[in-house]
């Protein structure tokens, strides 16, 4: 569908997506009906945003008689599936979408789309850097777009975007399982065990991944990890070219990045461009040195010019929450790693370090394993503060203290709040402070970001 006007739909989440939604649907003439579990009061800037358009609140539940009539029913990335309400609509053959879905029916031009279970957010961010910069090098009025799952829903500026411009758009597995569009150039960055509280199985998760790369064309691009299993296993679903990405060489006549000599090299077919030397990502750890490669991979599916790709990279400095720096406090050093809310993350954090660990870990349990993190903990960690709902959970894998290893304690603690102080009392000159929970943060706060900033507030008030 792309002429709204005059349908009945609906848009379930009163969040950053849905009110993004919500307003570029009012604005193309549709009825919108916008419902949330969440009472009106609890909702009072929500709905003060939205004033004076054509959109009609029904807060506190999702009652069946509001899917009488409707043409549509719009999640938003949040929403689970198997709620009642949703349910319902399938049962009613209503059809489902979501913010994504309806841009990638809008957008004007090429869009890059960027999933995997980490490190899509910090690659998102560094290829619409170089997307800015080849724009700004060629002169050009044409601008890139960046936001998805992160910042901006490109839906809001949809209406503002030109043919020539690009898209590029983070994509969650929860965006993803309701879609029938692919990027044109579509990354698949890794696929570990993540947000099994959700999807229920791996293979429910994985496929939910795979559906950026579902619907591509011939003379699309796809983008996969030659060093995941999870990533580089979806190769079989590819209808397009592949770019991968990885430490090692790619196959002969294959196409992708690489490190050789500390440098970062393309290969396309066969020949080989030298790119970048390591030495300019001013990133921390080597996963991040893989989102680097990915981003290269992408800029490349992308015909980004090269020195747009590596002014880039030299400039930049990541984002918040994700192995930020945030203060030494005598002799020690903090890191906000809110960002990580499965294992998996938590594991590459650890890894970047080779300094004493003072490590902060909880939150809220997503059904996922902890047992490779607490063995990683017991060899390479110095001290534990395990705060929130997993705190005992994690204390459990982690188990009693042996002799011989490197952990020297474990503390539990019932806030974050209080695992600062304590970590505080802890820490010895020399140390890494490094807050990565491996849980969520829905047990304290409204999301990782909130978390994050509480953490780099308590830290500079020490």
Same mark, same amino acid.
């Given at each position: 569908?792309?002429?709204?006007?005059?349908?009945?739909?609906?848009?379930?989440?009163?969040?950053?997506?849905?009110?993004?939604?919500?307003?570029?649907?009012?604005?193309?003439?549709?009825?919108?009906?916008?419902?949330?579990?969440?009472?009106?009061?609890?909702?009072?800037?929500?709905?003060?945003?939205?004033?004076?358009?054509?959109?009609?609140?029904?807060?506190?539940?999702?009652?069946?008689?509001?899917?009488?009539?409707?043409?549509?029913?719009?999640?938003?990335?949040?929403?689970?599936?198997?709620?009642?309400?949703?349910?319902?609509?399938?049962?009613?053959?209503?059809?489902?979408?979501?913010?994504?879905?309806?841009?990638?029916?809008?957008?004007?031009?090429?869009?890059?789309?960027?999933?995997?279970?980490?490190?899509?957010?910090?690659?998102?961010?560094?290829?619409?850097?170089?997307?800015?910069?080849?724009?700004?090098?060629?002169?050009?009025?044409?601008?890139?777009?960046?936001?998805?799952?992160?910042?901006?829903?490109?839906?809001?500026?949809?209406?503002?975007?030109?043919?020539?411009?690009?898209?590029?758009?983070?994509?969650?597995?929860?965006?993803?399982?309701?879609?029938?569009?692919?990027?044109?150039?579509?990354?698949?960055?890794?696929?570990?065990?993540?947000?099994?509280?959700?999807?229920?199985?791996?293979? @429910?998760?994985?496929?939910?991944? !795979?559906? $950026?790369?579902? %619907?591509? /064309? +011939?003379?699309?691009?796809?983008?996969?990890? *030659?060093?995941?299993?999870?990533?580089?296993?979806?190769?079989?679903?590819?209808?397009?070219?592949?770019?991968?990405?990885?430490?090692?060489?790619?196959?002969?006549?294959?196409?992708?990045?690489?490190?050789?000599?500390?440098?970062?090299?393309?290969?396309?077919?066969?020949?080989?461009?030298?790119?970048?030397?390591?030495?300019?990502?001013?990133?921390?750890?080597?996963?991040?040195?893989?989102?680097?490669?990915?981003?290269?991979?992408?800029?490349?599916?992308?015909?980004?010019?090269?020195?747009?790709?590596?002014?880039?990279?030299?400039?930049?400095?990541?984002?918040?929450?994700?192995?930020?720096?945030?203060?030494?406090?005598?002799?020690?050093?903090?890191?906000?790693?809110?960002?990580?809310? @499965?294992?998996?993350?938590?594991? !590459?954090? $650890?890894?970047? %370090?080779? /300094? +004493?660990?003072?490590?902060?870990?909880?939150? *809220?349990?997503?059904?996922?394993?902890?047992?490779?993190?607490?063995?990683?903990?017991?060899?390479?960690?110095?001290?534990?503060?395990?705060?929130?709902?997993?705190?005992?959970?994690?204390?459990?894998?982690?188990?009693?203290?042996?002799?011989?290893?490197?952990?020297?304690?474990?503390?539990?603690?019932?806030?974050?709040?209080?695992?600062?102080?304590?970590?505080?009392?802890?820490?010895?000159?020399?140390?890494?402070?490094?807050?990565?929970?491996?849980?969520?943060?829905?047990?304290?706060?409204?999301?990782?970001?909130?978390?994050?900033?509480?953490?780099?507030?308590?830290?500079?008030?020490?």
């Amino acid at each position: 569908m792309t002429d709204y006007a005059g349908k009945k739909m609906i848009v379930i989440g009163a969040a950053r997506q849905g009110l993004a939604l919500c307003k570029f649907l009012a604005g193309r003439n549709a009825h919108v009906f916008l419902t949330d579990s969440r009472p009106a009061e609890s909702l009072e800037d929500e709905l003060k945003s939205l004033s004076g358009l054509d959109i009609t609140p029904v807060l506190g539940s999702h009652p069946f008689d509001l899917l009488d009539g409707a043409d549509v029913v719009c999640l938003s990335g949040g929403v689970d599936p198997k709620i009642p309400f949703v349910v319902e609509a399938a049962h009613r053959q209503i059809p489902l979408t979501n913010d994504s879905q309806i841009f990638l029916e809008e957008c004007p031009c090429p869009v890059v789309g960027i999933t995997g279970s980490a490190g899509k957010t910090t690659t998102t961010a560094l290829v619409g850097l170089m997307a800015q910069k080849h724009f700004e090098m060629k002169s050009s009025s044409h601008k890139a777009w960046v936001g998805g799952n992160i910042g901006t829903p490109l839906i809001s500026v949809v209406d503002q975007m030109r043919e020539d411009d690009l898209a590029v758009l983070e994509l969650s597995s929860f965006q993803l399982e309701l879609m029938t569009r692919s990027p044109q150039v579509a990354a698949v960055l890794n696929i570990t065990p993540n947000h099994l509280d959700r999807h229920g199985t791996m293979s @429910a998760y994985t496929a939910a991944k !795979a559906k $950026i790369l579902n %619907f591509q /064309q +011939p003379g699309d691009i796809a983008v996969l990890n *030659r060093e995941d299993e999870g990533s580089w296993n979806l190769g079989n679903l590819v209808k397009s070219d592949i770019i991968s990405f990885g430490q090692r060489q790619p196959p002969f006549n294959a196409s992708g990045t690489y490190l050789d000599k500390d440098w970062i090299w393309l290969q396309i077919g066969r020949e080989q461009i030298k790119m970048l030397p390591v030495e300019w990502i001013q990133l921390r750890g080597k996963h991040n040195l893989s989102n680097v490669l990915a981003a290269c991979a992408i800029a490349a599916g992308a015909t980004l010019a090269l020195p747009a790709i590596q002014g880039a990279v030299e400039e930049f400095q990541g984002v918040p929450h994700r192995l930020e720096f945030v203060r030494n406090v005598k002799g020690a050093d903090w890191y906000n790693d809110s960002i990580a809310t @499965a294992p998996e993350r938590s594991i !590459a954090a $650890i890894k970047s %370090f080779d /300094q +004493p660990i003072v490590l902060l870990l909880g939150g *809220r349990d997503k059904r996922l394993p902890w047992d490779t993190l607490a063995d990683l903990v017991r060899r390479r960690v110095s001290r534990v503060i395990l705060f929130g709902e997993a705190a005992e959970l994690i204390s459990e894998a982690i188990g009693p203290r042996k002799p011989g290893q490197f952990l020297k304690s474990v503390v539990k603690c019932d806030t974050l709040q209080q695992a600062v102080s304590i970590a505080a009392s802890q820490v010895t000159e020399g140390d890494v402070v490094l807050l990565s929970p491996g849980g969520t943060s829905f047990d304290a706060f409204k999301d990782f970001e909130e978390r994050g900033e509480a953490f780099r507030k308590w830290v500079n008030e020490l």
